[in-house]
């Protein structure tokens, strides 16, 4: 949803832009109040469901990985 009222914005705001009609302007502040709680709640809605990313900081420094590598690697020096 929040990329289509994205999209929704951006033409509604370039319409206005270009033509100068209030209407359009009374449009894009009417959705851009509602694409902003959206994105509000979607924020807190992902940053309350997902887990924490610093467990997998290990396999990025090679921690992580690097055990189980050898045991399933057909190349063993």
């Known amino acids: 949803m929040a990329r289509g009222l994205s999209i929704l914005l951006s033409v509604v705001y370039g319409l ?9 302007l009374q449009m894009f502040r009417f959705w ?4 902003a709680v959206r994105f509000a709640i979607g924020v807190v809605v ?9 467990a997998s900081i ?4 090679g921690r ?9 690697s057909a ?3």
């Open 46 to 54: 992902a940053g309350a469901s997902s887990p924490p990313r610093w």
């Open 75 to 77: 190349w063993r020096s």
């Open 16 to 24: 206005y832009w270009r033509t100068g009609r209030a209407v359009y």
């Open 64 to 72: 992580g990985w690097a055990r189980s590598s050898g045991r399933s």
């Open 58 to 61: 290990g396999a990025w420094t």
């Open 32 to 35: 851009r109040r509602i694409f």
